[in-house]
């Protein structure tokens, strides 16, 4: 089928009348009669061991219900398999400033928090490890027995001959970047209510019920089995609207579990919501990141070899560790031909909360080196940045040297389009004292080949149910988390069925109700859950087809379903006309007069069309029942290598983006103000423009925010940032104007040709950005964001000029960044009294643990 | 803390409450109005979600005692849409990608509700300098701004209503 009557239109997300009215329901709005209030109790030191925890004196407040503590479950979790290192509450350590310790039950937030200053615990404060390659270094203390040198995990790869490769290299580029850490910030504070109901036949509790904000509530159903080591098939995971997730909710996060511990103590439904604070503790974004970048080229600008050492800050858990060290090496093939690749990676572990997945998983940081270190060789060469990629594509299809197999690549054409839009020819290099132009590239995967639970299972299942009434219900377990999975998914149904938007109802994510599907992540839910719903559709239609068939006495292949309306090719125009027509009354008379009007059809024989309710009713007389099933598991051929790690970086398809960013720098302030930043992006096709269009500016604007202003400042392993004022995500007034350019490759494998479109523009702003400084100004930066303070510094070390040091007479111990921004206030006794629970304060208190 | 009764006025109808003096209005809204569409996104008034509008002035519902708006006029985002269908703004934004996760959504439907109101054609900088009062982590605001063009445009041809 070349034109389609829904997939490629740009429509209105089908929940966005829920968003735009306030009846939307997340989470947080929901509530049970007898709900209780749940609040954790965090630890205040980033290392101690917990000697002791009393929590008599809150279980006997008036209105506290349940008081728990790591005691209460002991089982161990963590979203990988080989990172089974978290426990609901802590056990015998906490790890980080916002760990968890105990969780109160209580019939109200006062009351809840009252009873958590009645919490005594004593801790044995221990070393603290807040540096990654200071943490590398040491041998006592370790925050997990079993990981030596506090190295989560660490891999070596070499692929092809890169020593040989570096020494044929003409030049040979060295550097180290640095990305610092950032979060997801997504705007709805993470939110879970628990509740359990009794069993009939023992009397005792029976089926848990779980609504929560996540990306991922088959996973979440998994491991809530295994910490209440309670029969999956008795945890029902539903999941309401989510508000933004960015990779901040596809794990398990401590709050989900909590919740159901304190519900099976409290033996009362508990509801848990962050505050905006303890989201900031939770965490799982992307680590401060240092790359050791090598690459040597040719004259004429080919790339012979790439060279890089990963040193990720991890935090305090493994979390998504594991695979995000290893998509930062993985991700290295695919964008470029790049012949011989040696990727040493280390996760380390730190006191700090831990860092997990977000968008753009694990190829943001290493990206933004990758694409400065080819900035810098093209001025060292004097080719053109664009045609210094250009010299470099892949030739597919093909498998690069580290086992990605690359089918459609619209990088090509993405270039192009940049280069065009923004008149880059032109313009580069002439724009005038301080304003540049800056080129950068990405790609991303479309769904990981391989699961995280190894298996040869399918990854998305969806069932489509239609009856008399002739609606379509899919039922599908992919997470709507905001990014127009339901939409995604209501188009494809109907797209294939010829039928309205407005027939396809989607029920998603409820694990009692929905087939698996295994989450809202690594991009993958349009190419697996979109191929899932593209093979049940037709499995229904084939029915219908057949049903109808019959009707019309004409062959199954002859018949067109097309505008609520099934009729024969061969008849032409003409009945697609009438077809039309009987659509727009055909609604009406299925509800109404459905019975009287089949009667007629009946007695009137065959003919060249059929209502699409007429078809359904055909269908069901015939089969019986009309329901249909698609699953999606990806192909051995996308599977990847067979070295060790070799599992993380496939993808049945690659995204690719080409940006340019428009800057300009005031040399006397260093501030960097981005005026327009072009960013086109092969999304295979495009099915849904305004959506597509929609995360392509969303992705570039997160880099953004990346690029130059977001960052986590920590102190002695305390955040000194965690608000939304101080963690400054780009407001209306700092947002650039974003031209997205949609570029349609049409992948072999995906659903109509699509491809991911939601995480692999980030990757590309901030390298982007940085080369468009370095065209404004000629500086090169090597470490982000991009702050007034880095960029001055710079400014002044190119023109040799003595430093100005801003942090004078500020307490000296305290992060650079933090003193940049004033973080004098504590210092000599200038400011407030710190917090007594302020490990700053450690020294000079005798006792904490807050009794007052 | 002994409850007091007040009388709020929410969306044009006026309810008699029973709440603390040192309850928010946000909360007053949420649990015991079941108005949930006004969102808590930070504790700190610094994202905008929960943006009411109280006697036709926007404020941060957050960091609003309940009790202080008795015998003003409460608008949240539940009493927007206009005769039971979608207002302008709430139509356009669903067509024009304006809302992703949504959770912002409300805040944004006060804010350029009460921007229209008192400037009906702004200008790009105005629309800016008024959406800089709440923040979206999905959109990066900019189809936010073609929402509202075609919101406008649609408010003035009067066709908002047909849908």
Redesign the interface.
């Known amino acids: 089928m070349s034109d389609f009557s829904i997939i490629g239109k740009p429509i209105a997300m089908v929940d966005a009348a829920g968003k735009t009215t306030g009846a939307g329901k997340y989470t947080d709005d929901l509530s049970v009669p007898g709900m209780l209030v749940g609040k954790i109790l965090h630890s205040p030191y980033p290392h101690a061991r917990i000697k002791r925890i009393d929590t008599r004196r809150a279980k006997v407040l008036d209105g506290v219900v349940a008081v728990v503590a790591g005691a209460d479950a002991p089982k161990t979790y963590g979203i990988l398999p080989v990172g089974h290192d978290e426990t609901a509450l802590a056990v015998d350590k906490v790890r980080y400033v916002g760990d968890n310790v105990a969780c109160v039950a209580a019939v109200d937030e006062p009351t809840a928090e009252k009873a958590l200053e009645l919490i005594d615990v004593d801790y044995e404060v221990l070393p603290a490890y807040f540096d990654p390659e200071e943490s590398m270094r040491t041998e006592t203390d370790l925050i997990h027995n079993g990981k030596p040198h506090n190295i989560e995990k660490d891999y070596h790869h070499v692929f092809g001959e890169p020593e040989k490769a570096f020494a044929e290299a003409d030049y040979v580029a060295e550097g180290r970047f640095i990305a610092n850490e950032v979060t997801h910030a997504a705007m709805e504070p993470h939110s879970t209510l628990a509740s359990f109901e009794l069993d009939s036949h023992t009397g005792n509790l029976g089926r848990l019920t779980v609504w929560s904000s996540t990306q991922v509530p088959y996973y979440l159903q998994h491991k809530l089995s295994l910490v209440l080591e309670m029969p999956m098939f008795q945890i029902r995971v539903i999941k309401p609207l989510v508000g933004g997730g960015f990779g901040g909710k596809s794990e398990v996060i401590p709050l989900e579990i909590i919740a159901a511990v304190a519900a099976r103590a409290a033996r009362a439904a508990v509801k848990i919501t962050y505050t905006r604070e303890e989201v900031f503790w939770a965490h799982r974004g992307r680590p401060r990141t240092i790359v050791d970048l090598k690459t040597g080229v040719k004259h004429d600008g080919r790339i012979t070899a790439v060279k890089a050492r990963v040193v990720q800050d991890g935090g305090a858990y493994c979390s998504y560790g594991v695979v995000t060290i290893l998509y930062s090496g993985a991700l290295l093939g695919a964008l470029y031909d790049i012949p011989n690749i040696q990727y040493d990676g280390y996760r380390v572990l730190t006191n700090k909360p831990a860092c997990g997945a977000m968008r753009g998983h694990g190829t943001v940081n290493v990206r933004f080196a990758f694409e400065s270190q080819l900035d810098e060789i093209s001025a060292k060469l004097g080719i053109d940045p664009a045609e210094m990629r250009r010299r470099n594509l892949l030739k597919p299809p093909c498998v690069t040297i580290n086992g990605l197999r690359v089918q459609s690549y619209g990088l090509p054409e993405c270039i192009e389009q940049v280069v065009g839009r923004s008149g880059w020819k032109q313009r580069k290099g002439k724009l005038g004292k301080g304003r540049g132009l800056g080129l950068g590239c990405s790609h991303y995967v479309s769904g990981a080949a391989n699961s995280i639970i190894r298996s040869d299972m399918p990854h998305s299942t969806v069932n489509i149910k239609i009856d008399r009434d002739g609606g379509v219900v899919v039922y599908t377990g992919a997470s709507e988390i905001g990014q127009g999975s339901d939409t995604m998914t209501a188009q494809i149904a109907a797209e294939v069925l010829g039928c309205s938007l407005s027939r396809v109802k989607v029920v998603a994510a409820d694990t009692d109700l929905t087939p698996i599907d295994i989450g809202s992540y690594s991009s993958r839910v349009t190419f697996m859950a979109g191929n899932a719903t593209l093979r049940a559709a037709e499995e229904v239609k084939k029915q219908i087809a057949s049903a109808a068939a019959r009707k019309m006495n004409c062959a199954v292949e002859d018949l067109v379903f097309r505008d609520d309306s099934v009729f024969q090719k061969s008849a032409g125009k003409n009945s697609r006309v009438t077809s039309i027509e009987a659509s727009a009354s055909g609604r009406v008379e299925g509800q109404i007069l459905r019975g009287s009007l089949q009667q007629k059809r009946k007695e009137e024989g065959s003919k060249a069309w059929m209502s699409f309710e007429e078809a359904v009713v055909a269908a069901i007389d015939f089969h019986g029942a009309l329901t249909g099933t698609g699953s999606y598991a990806p192909p051995p051929e996308a599977r990847g290598g067979k070295h060790k790690g070799a599992g993380v970086g496939p993808s049945p398809a690659y995204s690719y983006s080409a940006q340019v960013a428009e800057v300009s720098v005031d040399e006397d302030t260093g501030e960097v103000i981005v005026h327009k930043v072009w960013a086109s992006h092969d999304c295979g096709r495009a099915l849904n423009p305004v959506a597509v269009e929609g995360q392509i500016i969303g992705s570039v604007w997160m880099g953004l925010g990346q690029a130059l202003q977001e960052e986590m400042v920590w102190k002695d392993g305390m955040l000194m940032n965690p608000g939304l004022l101080e963690y400054r995500s780009p407001s209306a007034i700092e947002s650039p104007e974003i031209e997205p350019i949609i570029v349609e490759s049409i992948d072999p494998e995906g659903p109509f040709g699509a491809k991911e479109c939601s995480e692999g523009s980030l990757a590309a702003t901030i390298p982007a950005i940085a080369n468009a400084i370095y065209d404004a100004v000629g500086i090169r930066l090597h470490e982000a964001p991009f702050t007034p303070e880095r960029v001055l510094a710079a400014l002044r070390a190119k023109k040799n000029a003595k430093p100005i040091n801003m942090t004078e007479g500020i307490d000296p111990t305290a992060p650079t960044r933090f003193r940049e921004h004033g973080g004098s206030l504590w210092f000599r006794g200038k400011g407030p009294e710190r917090h007594p629970l302020d490990p700053a304060r450690r020294d000079t208190i005798v006792e904490a643990g807050g009794d007052d | 803390m002994k409850k007091e009764l007040i009388e709020l006025k929410v969306n044009g109808r006026t309810r008699e409450l029973a709440i603390e003096p040192s309850k928010l209005l946000l909360d007053v809204l949420?649990e015991d109005l079941q108005?949930?569409?006004?969102?808590?996104?930070?504790?700190?008034s610094?994202?905008g979600?929960c943006t009411v509008l109280v006697d036709g002035t926007p404020m941060l519902s957050c960091t609003l005692l309940a009790a202080s708006c008795e015998g003003q006029e409460v608008t949240?985002?539940?009493g927007?849409?206009e005769h039971g269908s979608?207002a302008a703004?709430?139509?356009a934004?669903?067509?024009?990608?304006g809302?992703?996760?949504?959770?912002?959504?409300?805040g944004f439907?006060i804010t350029v509700k009460h921007l229209l109101s008192v400037n009906p054609n702004p200008s790009e900088q105005e629309?800016?300098?008024a959406?800089?009062s709440?923040?979206?982590?999905?959109?990066?605001?900019?189809?936010?701004y073609e929402a509202i063009k075609a919101a406008i445009e649609a408010e003035q041809k009067g066709t908002a209503a047909a849908n």
């Not at chain 2, 108005?35 to 700190?44: A, I, N, Q, V």
């Not at chain 2, 934004?93 to 990608?97: E, H």
């Open positions: 949420r108005l949930t569409g006004s969102k808590r996104g930070c504790d700190d610094s994202c979600a949240t985002v539940e927007i849409s979608l703004i709430q139509k934004y669903g067509d024009w990608g809302a992703q996760c949504g959770y912002c959504t409300p439907m629309i800016r300098d959406l800089s709440n923040l979206c982590r999905c959109t990066g605001y900019s189809q936010m």
